[in-house]
């Protein structure tokens, strides 16, 4: 008889490293060579007289695997700390998107009626588009999206997930 499967659940893993060429290829590197998938990825250096950088990976597993991926990219060397923001407490993510919708009419104006409700500001306008900006957690700009297909949904770009835990206390 074989073990009960374990749920597969998406994890926020926010990574703080030495801001120094190569880092993110180890960390996407670990990723691929052991198959895990990443869903979501964005760095950015958030201490310059550190030097340090915050890697924010959106990746998903059963838990033996998300605690293999946890010990593995801690393992790295030029990775100071691990941290699951989706266990370890209260935290805010967000998320960036561009969205561009052509259309004229009625669609155009529905367009504009639904991008008020959540709350997208238009970057740009055109007499036949509109790119939108819309900040939100990724479900909200994944609802968003699925509402603009049917009003002529052109292109999107999304930033992936940034994330912070809440509190005083630092990474």
């Known amino acids: 008889m074989s073990a009960p499967k374990q749920p597969i659940q998406s994890h926020i893993l926010s990574v703080l490293v030495d801001n120094e060429p190569g880092i993110l290829a180890r960390v996407v590197g670990m990723f691929s060579g052991r198959g895990y998938n990443i869903e979501s990825l964005t760095v950015a250096e958030v201490s310059d007289a550190a030097h340090l950088s915050r890697i924010t990976v959106v990746t998903s597993g059963p838990a033996n695997v998300i605690e293999q991926i946890k010990a593995q990219l801690g393992r790295l060397v030029p990775v100071h700390r691990v941290h699951d923001l989706t266990v370890e407490g209260p935290h805010v993510a967000r998320e960036l998107a561009l969205i561009k919708v052509a259309g004229t009419g009625e669609k155009r104006v ?36 699925e509402l603009m297909k049917p009003l002529g949904l052109v292109d999107v770009s999304r930033t992936g997930v940034v994330a912070i835990s809440r509190g005083a206390q630092a990474m």
Do not use: N, Q
Request: aromatic content about 12%.
């Open 110 to 145: 529905e367009s504009l009626r639904i991008a008020d409700i959540f709350r997208a500001r238009a970057v740009d306008s055109t007499i036949e588009s509109f790119v939108f900006e819309l900040t939100g957690t990724p479900e909200k700009i994944s609802a968003f999206i």
